[in-house]
Every structure is written in C-alpha cells, then in structure tokens.
C-alpha cells in the first residue's frame, strides 16, 4: 500500500513510518521542512495549508494519515493557541480538498484529533457513545475550553470535506507512549529521574495512554474495518489517577521516590519548561468503547506493564 503522512516528520510519524516500511509498504511524508531519512521514505515539501504540487501524491495513494499541527508542548500563550488552532485546521483543509480533487482519492482517511475533546471529569470515564465532550465544565481555567475548540475545529474540518469515495476516521488519541528521545514517556521519565514524578496537585486526575505498539495496531485494525468511521477513540481501556500513573512510572525506572508538587509549583515547573499545565491538570479519562466493541485488544492494556516495557526498550535504545 502507499501510504501519505502529512506531519509525519514528528513523534507519532516515526512510530507509523517505521512499523509501515518494515511491512514493506511505500511510505511518503509531507513536510515543511523536507529533508531526506535515507531510508526509503520519500519526503515531499508542502506548507500545511494550500495545494501544490504535493497534491498528486494523493492521487492513487491507499491511506492518508494526517498529522500535521503545531507542537502542543509549548506555553499556552494567545498567539501559540492560534497557531495551535490555525495550523490543525489549515492543514485538515487542505488535505480534504486534495483528497476531494483526486481522481484515484484514497480509501481511508486518517485524522489526527486529542482525547483532549472531551471534558475534564472524575466520576465516569468518556467513550465515544456516552462521554461529555468539554467546555463547559465549571472551575478549570477558561482558556482550558479553546483546547477542546480546537479539537472540535479540527474534527470539523475533516467531517466538512467532501469525500464519498473515501472513510473518514477521527483518532482522538491519548498520549502516545513510546521509548524515543523527546517522546512524552521521555519526558516524564527524565522528570521522574530528577525526583520529581510525584503526585501533581493531589494526583486525582486522570491520566490516560497508550503504547505506540498498540497506537501502530489500532490504526492497523481501522485499515481494514470499514464499518467503522467518524471519531474513534485511541486509548488504552484502563486509564488510571496521575498519582498512580507515576507510581507505577518510578517502579519500571526503578526510581524509589518521587516529590509531591502543588499546582502553583506544577505551574512554575511548566513556564521553566515552556509547557502548559493543562497537559498535567486535566483529568483525561477517556477510554476505547469503538475500538473494544469491534473485537480490538491491545497488547498492553495496564498501566504499569506498558510502562515497564517501555522503560526496557528506553535502556536497550540507549
Ligand atoms: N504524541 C501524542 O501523544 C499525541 C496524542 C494525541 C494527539 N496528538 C496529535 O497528533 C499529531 C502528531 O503528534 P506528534 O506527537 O507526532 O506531533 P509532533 O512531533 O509535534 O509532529 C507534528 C508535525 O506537524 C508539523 N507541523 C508543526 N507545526 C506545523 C504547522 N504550523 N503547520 C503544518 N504542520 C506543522 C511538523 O512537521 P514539519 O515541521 O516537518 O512540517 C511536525 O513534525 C499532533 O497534531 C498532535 O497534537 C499527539
């Protein structure tokens, strides 16, 4: 198959790339930056929001995964949360026309979309059928609701495109974990080795997740399930509190302690680190009603087992 990855360039396109190349598969990347891999991956340059000549690669290709959308790991400022928002949509939009303009248009198009649509809750966990998608909730920061307007913006953009002869599947992912630098499993893991993967404001909100093996499976099973279309979670089916999380995090680093912090302390880690605490604070308990009631399972569905797995792979790459 021939395979089109808009933003494949970044965290969640290597695990795709790599998975879709051992396969044999024909793999092109869209980039604004393109710049060659030398391993049999094609780039091809695009500025993620107008055609050009990057639309004939659409033309006779089997899937599009869009993934293309300004990084979210950066301070939530005005002017990065339009970026956040412009560049998701302009991006979905322009790979909808080409997909609507082409005469061989793919079967199946993949949008990137976040577990972040829905809203921050505790008491019950959001599948696709019964969850509350977010905005509305009462004591988050406000502009915690333009994350989930993005979210919907960006869902939007692809529901609005125009293309009978191809399925559409919106993938609101959790956080993808797998054992490359800078890959948020990373991340938390260096946090967790300088002593502070502790409970974050109380570590009662939800932290949900999943295994870039299962990521690369799950898109695998939408590949061939064409009854299934429109938002489809990505998650593994047990999401657990932040505390817990990170317990079980410093368990697989084999790190005894981990300091507690409170908010305004998470809020002063987060600006040090040009994050958002949003990313930390919101309780994402999202779990995979579609996917598990299609008969889906994943090869790492708790917690504390992925996180050992990953912590493996991490001392092995290194
Ligand atoms: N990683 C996760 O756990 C996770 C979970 C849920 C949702 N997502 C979403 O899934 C997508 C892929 O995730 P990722 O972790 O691979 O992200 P990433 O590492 O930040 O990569 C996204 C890619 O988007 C492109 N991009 C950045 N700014 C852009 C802009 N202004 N216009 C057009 N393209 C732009 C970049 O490619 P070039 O610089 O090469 O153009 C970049 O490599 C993102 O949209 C992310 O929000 C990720």
Redesign the pocket.
Known sequence: MKVLLP?G?????QLLRRAWLREGHEVVVL???PRPYGDGTRVVGWD?RSAGPWTREVDGCDLVVN??????SCRYTPENLR?MMD??VA?ARAVGEAVAGARRPPRLWLQ?S??TVYAHRFDAPNDEADGVLGGAEPGVPAYWAYSVRIARAWEAAQREAVTPATRKVALR????MSPERGS?FDVLSRLARAGLGGPVAGGRQYVSWLHGADFVRALDFLRTREDLSGPVNLAAPHPLPQRAFMRALRAALRVPLGLPATRAMAELGAWALRSDTELLLKSRRVVPGRLTEAGFTFTHPEWPEAARDLADRRRAGR
């Open positions: 933003g360039t970044g965290h969640v396109g980039s604004r930056h993620g993934l293309a959308g300004r990084s979210v970026a560049s998701r991006s990137m976040t577990a992912a959790a956080m993808v948020v």
